[in-house]
């Protein structure tokens, strides 16, 4: 299999998270967004969004959508699993993951912020203030999710990486680049601290990927 991603890209790191885990071997390739190669006839013939990751599997099927491309990994490789046993676990994991996923990161990304700037001319610390805005609402929320719920372990679902681990480590990547202040989130900031022991999280990690920039 090969995936496509950028460094920086919060959905291909979530995908990087997850192959590590599930100790998946795939071949590594990157779309620079910031020069716009993932608009490339070649690319947008893969993957018509535009966006990264994709997987292209060894059939040749090409797989979008992070979230997509996370079940599709935990049903061809269950172990380690990245959701619990019982239906209402693997809810609550999902409606975690999906806080960083739908409510955060679609709303902050590189485009969004890019067209601010270009449509509606706001200057980067204005762009900036957006981005750390709508961090901060969906760190409120999940620091209230996960500070009181007995359900919360070492991790963000008991004492094992979940999928709503892989989906909120590459925000608090995010919400730093962002200057968010995380003492707000004492929850959040210590499951990241136990996830980035981890082997897994330690080599998915933005700065040891071979495309990495300053």
């Given at each position: 299999m090969k995936?496509?991603?950028?460094?920086?890209?919060?959905a291909a790191y979530r995908v990087r998270i997850a192959l590590n885990l599930k100790g998946i071997a795939v071949e590594h390739a990157s779309r620079h967004l910031r020069k716009g190669e993932h608009r490339a006839p070649d690319y947008v013939a893969l993957n018509p969004q535009k966006l990264v990751p994709a997987l292209v599997l060894d059939s040749g099927e090409v797989l979008t959508q992070?979230?997509?491309?996370?079940?599709?990994?935990?049903?061809t490789h269950p172990e380690p699993p990245?959701?619990?046993?019982?239906?209402?676990?693997?809810?609550?994991?999902?409606?975690?993951a999906l806080i960083p996923t739908a409510d955060i990161h679609p709303i902050q990304n590189l485009r969004v912020m890019s067209y601010l700037r270009e449509k509606f001319g706001q200057t980067e610390e204005s762009a900036f203030a957006w981005s750390r805005h709508w961090i901060e609402t969906g760190f409120d929320a999940y620091e209230a999710s996960i500070s009181t719920d007995r359900r919360t372990g070492a991790f963000s679902h008991g004492n094992a990486p979940t999928m709503a681990d892989l989906c909120l480590v590459p925000q608090i990547f995010n919400a730093a680049r962002f200057k968010v202040d995380m003492t707000k989130y004492p929850t959040i900031q210590r499951i990241h601290d136990v996830?980035?022991?981890?082997?897994?999280f330690d080599a998915a990690r933005p700065a040891r990927q071979p495309d990495a920039e300053p």
């Open positions: 995936l496509i991603g950028y460094f920086r890209s919060s992070s979230l997509a491309i996370l079940e599709y990994l935990e049903e990245l959701l619990p046993r019982d239906p209402v676990g693997r809810a609550r994991v999902r409606a975690l996830c980035m022991k981890h082997p897994a």
